[in-house]
């Protein structure tokens, strides 16, 4: 269990306090928290819960989003709320192309000149920055960084503990390069995130993860890449599944540990 | 007009005489024919019907699933059907995991040993392979081959007018090696398709296609890459939508010419 950490949003609908106390209990020894819920509690009173509780959070999700007018001044708050909650990584997911634009290299070179801007910011609050490609079906209108290769290709601009990329196997898994990609990835390896693949996928597609050994993804052959790829880091469960939300935070948490163990270490 | 072929799946539920009647009105030159429609309406009885009708028969949609049990039989049998109808091109939708497995390397090296076992009755009954890569939503359950690099790894391992590839805009759009990938497929591009892409993608994710132009894709873009890299062959519009095919035939094709003429050639 040394390395698991339970991302917020698979107990989506569970209270901040709740989760803390359930991860307590469960011996959980990492947390990935949102700034929604986050900003909901409370920055500062979040930031005492999870300490109080010998909690490490281990990523802030979410910052990006690099299409919205007001993307700096949200990017520079999240990096600011990572560094009081002890976050060491801000994950981005980057946006998909603005309304109605179809120029989709323009959308990607802005994506590498906000993080441009945004890595002195980075670096002087302590908060590592980690792009996460998204998969394909997200690329029109959440995140047009599609593949590993691509967030290296942007990552690689930078010192590696300023910017790094997020391996989420639910991403990346159906990539026949991702395996080279992970090793090419190496120490800008930030975080490592599982769920699962399921068909068919529901509508708008967001919410068709399943827990880790519910679904078709090479979890455990996803792990071992990035751990030899040097990534000693925290292995976030991350769900997002109306059944899944619809259960108790309890019950979720031991079958996300369940499948955990059975399926990724 | 020269290259336009509507894709007899834009205007599904249009009987295939009426299909064929509104093509020529139109002026549209080919069509791209389903094996399920085809054997309905009776394999020798469409032959005629396209071939009194002046229409070029441009693609048989499909082969490929080799997952299933009959697939090899199912594939020999889509080869004659294609070569009694004319059409010079099979496309291969090459299948998903096999049920319960996750073993994607296995899937994907099934699908070049099915290939190798087909190419040559596809050579001999002069018909040429097409692998379609499809959108790695689709990866699970559908088509193990997710990119134009992946279905191209395959087809260089035989005779270009045996094994060729579709180039699909849905399917491709997203990845940011796509340009290279045409340069790299050149006089393998069998088939050039399109349609747009919209979100949100509706439960399932097959049926979120669009007409030319009422999505994001750079259609035009894509089609000059095509052509640049040597294909002056047909291209398809191929769309599905439940509210595309619950408009009458005509009113479709000819929104499909008019996204033709405007957003692609």
Known sequence: MRRFSL???TTKHWPLPDVVAGCVAAGV?????WREPVAEYGLARTATLVRDAGLAVTTLCRGGFFTADDWREENLRAIEEAATLGAPVLVLVCGGLPEGSRDIDGARARVADAIADLAPHAEAAGVRLAIEPLHPMFTADRCVI???G???????RFDPDVVGVVVD???VWWDDTVYAQIVRAGERIASFQ?????????EGVL??????????IELRRLREAVDRAGYTGPIEVEVFHADVWARPGEQVLAASIDGYLREVV
Chains 1, 2 share one sequence.
């Open 7 to 9: 991302n917020q949003a």
């Open 29 to 33: 020894p990492g947390i990935g928290l």
């Open 146 to 148: 599609a593949t590993l």
């Open 150 to 156: 691509q967030a290296l290709d942007i990552a690689e």
């Open 169 to 171: 196997a639910y991403h």
């Open 194 to 202: 599982v769920c699962d693949w399921i068909t068919p996928l529901p």
């Open 207 to 216: 919410l068709g993860r399943a827990l880790p050994g519910d679904g078709c």
